[in-house]
């Protein structure tokens, strides 16, 4: 019998609960940790706590994915606004527990699809592919955290042509996003009927829906597709477009006022990524608009 059984970590995150609602609904059958409880009833989906920080041997990982075929590794310490992560977090969580996983997928031969980030590119000015050339720095943080396991994954499949895969998406987004992103206080601010004043110079931004990276995740298991991937969208936003498209949801539209700044636009714009990779070796393709994204969350729904 085919098994149809995946682990992930992290599912009770915006991007994990994406994962568990479309894999769901393709029949798999669904292992998910995190430290927060995901109250899912469904008997195709089993449910286990866990603090990856405390994880320090392989075997602790071999009790909760004994018989999965694949794992998304999308569980990681973030940076929040409520929530104060220090380097020592960045460490246990995000490097020394994903280095465990990792060294357990490739002993038991398991297919690991690693949620690494277009913020391991760093600052650049340019549309960049899967060969730009990474370095690492000292400072542990979110992003370097991410960056170490990214080029960690990348020597393990040179050296042992693992069947690991890292996909880079840009700046997810979906139902579930925390209240301090920009995309959710520019929504409430529309339910609310409240002015929008911005500040100009705007960067344009690449995002991508969550149910479309679910979609990559999807067609690299089915197809077996291993290495780097970039996963985003054509087209970039502003805060100002994206303002605009929130409030063509408004029961009654909202004014936007936008002032201009004396500051300089440090960056044209923010994870400029190029998807031609994806789109030619995975067949996939984002399917999701700004427009259609920000309505699903309007309506609290993931797709």
């Known amino acids: 019998m085919l098994n149809r059984t995946i682990g992930i970590t992290g599912c009770s ?49 071999n009790k909760l994915f004994k018989n999965v075929f694949a794992i998304i590794h999308a ?24 280095k465990k996983l990792i060294n357990f997928a490739k002993k038991n031969n398991i297919h690991l699809i690693f949620i690494s980030g277009a913020i391991i590119y760093g600052n650049i000015l340019k549309k960049v592919k899967e060969n730009y050339k990474i ?43 925390k209240d301090d992103k920009i995309i959710v206080r520019l929504i409430n601010k529309v339910k609310q009927g409240k002015k929008i004043i911005l ?14 990276v679910a979609n990559a995740i999807f067609l690299c298991l089915i197809k077996k597709k ?14 100002k477009d994206i303002a605009k ?3 063509n949801f408004a029961t009654k539209k909202v004014i936007i006022k936008v002032n201009k700044s004396r500051n300089k636009l ?14 030619k070796n995975l067949g996939w393709k984002p399917k999701i608009s700004m427009s259609r994204g920000i309505r699903l969350i309007f309506k609290n729904k993931y797709c």
């Open 135 to 177: 370095n690492n720095s000292k400072v542990l943080n979110y992003e370097n955290s991410k960056r170490v396991i990214d080029l960690y994954l990348l020597r393990m499949i040179n050296k042992y042509s693992c069947k690991f895969t890292i996909l880079r998406p840009s700046s997810i987004y979906g139902k579930g996003l």
């Open 13 to 61: 995150g915006m991007l994990g609960r994406h994962l568990l609602d479309f894999f769901l609904k393709r029949k798999y059958e669904l292992v998910g940790t995190s430290r927060t409880k995901v109250n899912i009833k469904n008997k195709r989906f089993k449910w286990k706590k866990i603090d990856l920080s405390l994880i320090k041997n392989e075997s602790d990982y």
């Open 245 to 247: 498209i929130c409030n």
């Open 199 to 212: 500040k100009s110079p705007f960067e344009k931004i690449n995002f991508i829906h969550a149910n479309d």
């Open 75 to 98: 569980g990681s310490a973030v940076p929040s606004n409520n929530i104060k992560i220090t380097k020592n977090d960045y460490f246990r969580t995000n490097i020394r527990a994903s």
């Open 226 to 239: 291993y290495g780097v991937f970039n996963i985003g969208s054509k087209k970039l936003y502003s805060i």
């Open 266 to 279: 440090m960056l044209k714009t923010r994870f400029n990524i190029s998807i031609n990779h994806a789109i």
